[in-house]
Nanobody, 115 residues
């Protein structure tokens, strides 16, 4: 079972940037596709971006051109660079296996974008 710890969230103004990090335990991290998901208040959790080693990244339409996912298998870490943030990006962000997440989730990291 891989354990996931997200960090890097915070409060940012409209148009600002944040970089999220997700540290994963387990020596087999590199074989998994990894993704970022988010859940806004009152809404279902949704996928934001996903990446498979050696493959092209996937982005939800709402974040294309603004977010960039990357991974460092040597550090068992996946990142999400978020630029041009909008109030509608406000959510708790989680990382997990992608496209099929593990059954358990980390604590997530809160991202709040003020208008």
């Amino acid at each position: 079972q891989v354990q996931l710890v997200e960090s890097g969230g915070g409060l940012v103004q409209f148009g600002g940037s944040l970089r999220l990090s997700c540290a994963a335990s387990g020596s087999i991290f590199s074989i998994y596709g990894m993704g970022w998901y988010r859940q806004a208040p009152g809404k279902q959790r949704e996928v934001v971006a996903g990446i498979i080693s050696g493959g092209s990244p996937y982005y939800a339409d709402a974040v294309k051109g603004r977010f960039t996912i990357s991974r460092d298998n040597a550090k068992n870490t996946v990142y999400l660079q978020m630029n041009s943030l909008k109030p509608e990006d406000t959510a708790v962000y989680y990382c997990n296996r992608w496209p099929v997440p593990f059954g358990s989730w980390g604590q997530g990291t809160q991202v709040t974008v003020s208008s």
